[in-house]
């Protein structure tokens, strides 16, 4: 079965949005997944802070990561988000997913984002789907 860091690689490689939004991974293991993001212009709504599906797809990607990291592929089945502070252009958003429950066929995963002044600024749950298929 192949390594957390090896299946993050093959997930990025298809993963086009992750790698547009600049997401960075920087430690992954089983059911932990820990990244990095600089917040563009063009992720900016009009109100010119972060738009809240950019927070949600930070948090839905790191889910992934972290919850594939065993070599199963999982996709996610319910999720949910809190915003709780804006976030603004140039800013470097940390997220961490970091696994609450993993059984046969399901995984939930929390993740949350912290801004440079370890401020949370998001909440997020989700929940996975846990197939037999391997990376």
Not at 19 to 45: P, S, T
Request: glycine fraction near 8%.
């Amino acid at each position: 079965m192949k390594t957390p860091e090896e299946i993050v690689k093959q997930m990025m490689k298809g993963d086009h949005f992750s790698r547009w939004m600049g997401l960075e991974i920087v430690d992954i293991k089983k059911g932990f997944c820990k990244a990095k993001c600089v917040i563009k212009k063009e992720m900016l709504n009009g109100f010119s802070i972060l738009h809240g599906g950019i927070t949600f797809s930070l948090s839905d990607s790191v889910l992934a990561f972290a919850a594939n990291s065993y070599g199963y592929k999982c996709v996610s089945i319910e999720t949910s988000i809190t915003h709780l502070r804006p976030v603004f252009e140039n800013e470097t958003l940390t997220i961490l997913s970091e696994e609450i429950h993993r059984g046969r066929s399901i995984g939930v995963y929390s993740v949350k984002i912290y801004n440079e002044k370890n401020i949370l600024v998001s909440n997020f749950k989700g929940t996975v789907s846990i197939s037999k298929d391997i990376w």
